[in-house]
Nanobody, 116 residues
């Protein structure tokens, strides 16, 4: 699966941002799309994921109340709506495709910067 992220940028703490991930290819083999993030000097961490139908989503507890993942298969896109952004949310955000446990396809990432 080929993935391209967009929507990152510089925002202030408390602002909202919507990231997009356009996907193409064999989503029958890698049906689950997920968002991960990696801050400066930090390990990559899971944010949220969504199944092929969009019926099931999982989010990390640290963002569950503020971030929402959604999917529009008609547009071949997965979105991450991020509200009430905090400085800790600053990172490069990646989308990935896989089976829900292993993610073999990755995008190049989109940078989110949060100023306080």
């Amino acid at each position: 699966v080929h993935l391209v992220e967009s929507g990152g940028g510089l925002v202030q703490a408390g602002d909202s941002l919507r990231l997009s991930c356009l996907f193409s290819g064999r989503t029958d083999i890698e049906p689950v799309i997920a968002w991960f993030r990696q801050g400066p000097g930090q390990v990559r961490e899971f944010v949220a994921m969504i199944t092929r139908s969009g019926a099931t989503t999982y989010s990390d507890d640290s963002v569950k109340a503020r971030f929402t993942i959604s999917r529009d298969n008609g547009k071949n896109a997965v979105f991450l709506q991020m509200n009430n952004l905090k400085s800790d949310d600053a990172a490069t955000y990646f989308c990935a495709a896989g089976d829900g446990r292993d993610f073999g396809s990755w995008g190049q990432g989109t940078q989110v910067t949060v100023s306080s």
